[in-house]
Each structure stands twice: as C-alpha cells, then as structure tokens.
C-alpha cells in the first residue's frame, strides 16, 4: 500500500484542479482515495500527469470509485470490455463525442462520471473544454429557475448532431444497430447526490425537448440553455499530455474535445463509473 500526499491545485475559476504526488499505477490507500473524490466533488474535473497506466491500472484505480459501466453504444477493448478506445484516425475528420454533452444521459441511470486517459496525441490541439453546472443553474433568473424546476428532458441517443460523431466508431466496433435509439426522461434541474447542490441538467448532446412538449416547443427554451451553459466564465480547457488522465463528475459537469487536429492521430481510452438516477 502506497503512502503518498497528494497537492490539489486549481487550473481555472469556475472549475478544474490538477493533483500532485498520486501515482494512480500504485495501490492507493483509502486516504488518497477520500482525498481524490473530496476534490473531485470541489473542482467537478480533476486532472493527473506524468502516469504510466496500463488498462490494468486504469481498471483498479477507477473501481476504487464505484461500480464499473459498459458504454451503451460502442465496444471496448477485447481483454478490458469497460475500457472503451476514444479514437480518431488520420483520415477521419469528425472526432468521437466532439460537442458540448453530459456522457450518455439517454439512459435511465447516467454515469458518476468518467476516467479518460491519454494513449496516443496529435503534435497540437485535441485539448478538451469542461463546463460547470452548479453555475450554469445558478446564474440563471429567478423566473426561470423557476419554471425549470417544474420540467422533465427527453433525452435521445439518436439526436443527429452526436451520432454524427460516433459514425466511423460504429463502422467498425458497434454494440448497436444503426437504428438503435435510447431515450432517457430526467428532470432538468437535478440535485447532485452527494453534495445536495442544484444542476442545470440537459446538454446539446442528448436533449431534444421537454416532456410534454415538441420538439419545436422546447427548442426557443434549450437553444438559450444551451448557449448559457458553455459561457467562457463556466470553462476550463484542458491541454493534454503524454501520460495524462483526466476525471469528471458527469453529474455537474459537460464537456466537448476540441476536434482541431485533422491529419493526426488521438487515441484515448475512457472508463465509465456507475452513477445514480438523477432526482
């Protein structure tokens, strides 16, 4: 068991930290463990450099933190089915999850949240931009609070813009039929379970209206939350290295991988960590 400090330190104001001193290839003992999901819950994304994490790390560390989840939709790899590869090729344009999104919110239970670490990288670009939230919720108005607070999201895994960015994934290691869709209603203001805080809780990715209404209905309401929810005030951008992992709290965060890299390889591999119903 190793006997390590760890240093927390934040990267940007609304959210985000960078943590020192854990080697997350070793045995961490459970006060590190307490320590990283203490800041975990603080900054929503906490960030790790200089790891050496083989998918057999990867797997122990994030099982330290709940329950394991397959991704719904594309297969992970053959001897780590939970690991999932986040890939784009020389020759793909469109990169895998490239817009603003909370990760799979059409299921009935979303996950916790998400470890993502770095493979393979482009030369430049391919950093990725989180967004908080609790702030998005809390800068709204008080009329509008208001009347979100009475709304349920409907929330589709076939809405057009994000399945565009899974395509070439699917050509190749699908779980799914190309018709598949999977939808997944839950209120657009929840409650964070372990910090009892409010979140504005539909993305871009996912949400196509409100329960009850058309699409064209709810389409003036969710273009305006979609526009607020990524202010530059709400982000942090992340710049990725070799031997960088990343961890975020799907519950209270967004987040969008820039796709600034055509001609290069990215190659990441992303473990998904059971979460809770949101309420």
Not at 36 to 44: F, Q
């Amino acid at each position: 068991m190793a006997s390590q400090t760890i240093d927390i330190r934040p990267i940007a104001g609304a959210l985000g930290a960078e943590i020192d001193g854990a080697d997350l290839s070793e045995n961490l003992s459970e006060r590190v463990i307490a320590e990283i999901r203490t800041a975990l819950l603080d900054h929503l994304v906490v960030f790790f450099r200089d790891q050496t994490i083989e998918p057999a790390h990867q797997l122990a560390f994030a099982k330290r933190f709940g329950e394991l989840v397959e991704y719904p939709m594309v297969k992970g790899l053959d001897d780590f089915p939970e690991i999932v590869p986040v890939v784009k090729l020389e020759h793909e344009t469109v990169n895998f999850g490239g817009l603003w999104h909370s990760d799979t919110a059409y299921l009935d239970v979303p996950p916790l949240g998400a470890i993502l670490a770095a493979k393979e990288l482009p030369p430049v670009g391919g950093d990725t931009l989180f967004a908080n939230m609790y702030l998005a919720f809390e800068t709204l108005s008080d009329g509008m609070k208001e009347m979100l607070s009475g709304l349920i999201g409907i929330n589709s895994s076939a809405k057009a813009r994000v399945t565009q960015t899974r395509e070439d994934r699917m050509k190749t290691d699908a779980k799914v039929d190309d018709d598949t869709e999977l939808i997944g209603e839950h209120p657009v203001v929840r409650t964070h379970p372990e910090t009892g805080r409010k979140v504005l809780y539909v993305n871009y990715g996912h949400t196509v209206r409100f329960k009850g209404m058309t699409e064209d209905e709810s389409a003036p309401v969710l273009d305006y939350l979609f526009r607020h929810q990524t202010r530059p005030e709400f982000t942090c951008c992340f710049r990725w290295r070799p031997g960088s992992v990343a961890f975020w709290d799907n519950r209270a965060t967004q987040h969008n991988p820039v796709n600034d890299y055509h001609g290069h390889r990215r190659i990441m591999h992303r473990i998904t960590i059971a979460g809770d119903k949101p309420v």
